[in-house]
Antibody, heavy 120, light 107 residues
């Protein structure tokens, strides 16, 4: 059974940092590109960052570029999101997402999410 | 960036109804159009990818169609579990933008 489990969310002050982790099981992480997406309170879904299966390529939404870093450890079946210089507008539920990119590209499996609250 | 305009933002319907949600891209996105289902407090789920291919386990009452810039999600014979928010998404390029969502509520 495919499972994604995010952790590391919590309350942080503006300007602070947080590192999210995502543990993957039930599939070989090294075979998939992975993404982070988020949903702010009362808002829709927003793509945040993506990383290729071998970490060769990374992409970021403009709203987080220069502040967030996506990384992965395939040997330990883990995905990470390092978030620095956090702002109130980064408050959201953050989802770890598996990607299928064979002839097309789609987010086929999502974790349950972890809540990040940026507030003083 | 490619903008995804989804409509309506919400709709009310009854069990057994047929509903249609539309999504328009700001430029042609070929077949890189996906639909997701989301209930608050749960993980979003993939419904349809590449315009019209149903994800494994998704009932056949869900149907996706369209091409180029204009796409449609149709749900026939609405069931109680279908009351949720639906999002379209383009993956033609980055950023992988979503529509603003359509909340399907019980009438």
């Amino acid at each position: 059974e495919v499972k994604l489990a995010e952790s590391g969310g919590g309350l942080v002050k503006p300007g602070g940092s947080l590192r999210l982790s995502c543990g993957a099981s039930g599939f070989s992480l090294s075979s998939y590109a992975m993404n982070w997406a988020r949903q702010a309170p009362g808002k829709g879904l927003e793509w945040v960052a993506s990383i290729s299966s071998s970490s060769s390529y990374v992409f970021y939404a403009d709203s987080v570029k220069g502040r967030f870093t996506i990384s992965r450890d395939n040997a330990n079946n883990s995905l990470y999101l390092q978030m620095n210089s956090l702002r109130a507008e980064d408050t959201a539920v953050y989802y770890c997402v598996r990607v299928v990119e064979y002839s097309t590209y789609y987010f086929d499996f999502w974790g349950p999410g972890t809540l990040v609250t940026v507030s003083s | 960036d490619i903008q995804m305009t989804q409509s309506p933002s919400s709709l009310s319907a009854s069990v057994g109804d047929k509903v249609t949600i539309t999504c328009r891209a700001s430029q042609s996105i070929s077949v890189y159009l996906n639909w997701y289902y989301h209930k608050q407090g749960e993980a979003p789920k993939l419904l349809i990818y590449a315009v019209s291919t149903l994800q494994n386990g998704v009932p056949s009452r869900f149907n996706g169609s369209g091409s180029g810039r204009d796409f449609t999600l149709t749900i026939s014979n609405l069931q109680p579990d279908d009351f949720a928010t639906y999002y379209c998404q383009q993956t033609y390029n980055t950023p992988r933008t979503f529509g603003r969502g359509t909340k399907v509520e019980i009438k």
